[in-house]
């Protein structure tokens, strides 16, 4: 199968590296000079659990890439999918399959405005990774992801399931969900309870979770997500999502989280409003309130300013 | 009258001061150490608007004093007073009038406790002052206050009004009110939808009410505040609150608030749970939900503690 990733950030990267390796034919698409400058030069340097490595791949600007595909993954940060996938119409052949597996909920209504259903395929994983520089990928641990074709027929479920043999051929832990939106929807959550306090306030998840606040707000934010997220069709018990929350956060607890790298260390603005301000938008069209996340999306948003984030 | 300013920081050096200047008698009684040493060597270093004057005043440790008093004002942080007024026993006589006049919000179920409720005064004022140092006061602007007794007998009234008129006389424009409760609630909003959020921010006013996200935040705790109040027999407007509190906030954009200097510059425990916990405690046991203030103070209660605050 022949692969685009679109965004080669860290998770691209992953992605990337590990299906090359198994023997699937790889692009890379991205906006960072210095990192496209980078691998063309060098190559992709990773650092795979220790050791050190080197791949090559094709990579281009959005602008630049002519030829068709078979599977695109998308890996921007949420406010760059829809310009990419505008930047990127020349790679989509009639049956090109376009996998969502970005953080935060509300993609498929981004997707669908230029990619065909039957050819969505939406996701969810918990893979992690980071880039050390331009051109430098640190993949370290393990992880896994769901898939499942946005619209039920046996063509796109057939092509679904094509992928995810190829992810899970590459390592990459994949299998086929028949509810991967209670994935996507538990993951937000996750990100909702970790991501943006930890942005706020400045701290690593231990210093969050191992706080004794801290669970009273995560159980908040979990009762507001299970309630939203019933009128969706996907149903939670918040106590054990708040108990699987802490405990799955403290095991890495020297993780900083995506929105603490964006805002704290990089001075970029954030995805709240595609996790904790993606529940307040659903949950007000509703009629659930949602006081809690709009509250820390407010403050985020705050603090984006104040911070002069970009 | 003989006055005890129980509590010496920068607002009940101000109190003093000009009770002095007015021809009172005043004694100040503190906990700070280097504050007491340098008012007993040196006097009290005034900064009166611009001009550097100076004033002589007894000064005692809680445990030091044994003189019973006309009037007692108390200006401690919300936490200390309990540990206070148990300590200060010996200055009240059967009719020294004991005047809170901290910020938030519940005090006088503190003071019902060591003071006889004919002997209480409740009020509110908006004057400020700040230390920049042991025995050294700046006091600069304008300001009021209103006073009110808790139990209305004609005894606690006259009593009041003696008091109401030896602070005017200071020029502290005091006046009598007989609704202190709804400024007290007033200032409580206005304070927490400052102080807690610029804490949590790290920014001074401007930076908080300046920013286009703030107003629907402001919104959303006044109408708490309003809902909360409303049980308690004061009643709001929430649009003019949040109207008034951001014009009023925007005069002075450079200040820090008091949560500000005690967390970020001095990490000191701030009085969070007087102000937006307070609504929250309030709130809860009229049945009232509160997600918004909660909120807030979990994120400052564990902003104190990753800062180490004490």
């Not at 960072?32 to 795979?48: K, S």
């Not at 027929?153 to 995810?164: E, G």
């Not at 095991?251 to 929105?259: D, L, N, P, Q, Y």
């Not at 820390?296 to 002069?308: N, Y």
Request: aromatic share 8%; with cysteine; hydrophobic share 45%.
């Amino acid at each position: 199968m022949k692969f685009a990733i679109a965004g080669a950030g860290a998770m691209g990267c992953r992605f990337a590296y590990q299906l090359k390796q198994s023997g699937q034919e790889v692009i890379l698409i991205d906006r960072w000079p210095a990192h496209i400058e980078a691998i063309r030069q060098n190559g992709l340097h990773v650092d795979w659990n220790g050791q050190e490595v080197v791949e090559q791949f094709p990579i281009y600007y959005p602008e630049e890439v002519t030829e068709q595909v078979d599977v695109v993954i998308v890996f921007t940060k949420a406010m760059q999918l829809a310009d990419m996938l505008s930047a990127i119409q020349p790679v989509f052949g009639p049956d090109t399959a376009v996998v969502c597996l970005l953080n935060g909920l509300g993609h498929e209504l981004v997707m669908k405005q230029y990619v065909a259903e039957e050819n969505l395929v939406m996701g969810s994983t918990i893979w992690s990774a980071a880039l050390d520089g331009p051109g430098r990928a640190v993949l370290h641990g393990v992880g896994s992801l769901s898939l499942q074709n946005f619209v039920d027929t046996p063509n796109a479920r057939a092509k679904t399931q094509a992928i995810v043999a190829a992810l899970d051929a590459a390592g990459l832990h994949a299998s086929y969900s028949e509810n991967v939106k209670a994935a996507i929807w538990r993951k937000a959550c996750v990100n909702a309870c970790g991501n943006a306090p930890t942005a706020l306030l400045e701290c690593d998840l231990g210093g969050f979770f191992d706080n004794p606040y801290t669970e009273e707000l995560v159980s908040a934010i979990a009762q507001e997500f299970t309630a939203v997220a019933a009128t969706q069709g996907v149903e939670f018990d918040p106590a054990e999502l708040t108990q699987f929350i802490i405990s799955a956060s403290l095991k890495i607890r020297e993780h900083h989280a995506s929105m603490y790298q964006d805002l704290i260390i990089n001075r970029r603005l954030t995805e709240v409003d595609y996790i904790n301000g993606a529940v307040t938008r659903i949950g007000e069209a509703a009629g659930i309130p949602t006081p809690v996340n709009r509250t820390i999306t407010q403050l985020v948003h705050m603090k984006e300013l104040l911070l002069g984030a970009q």
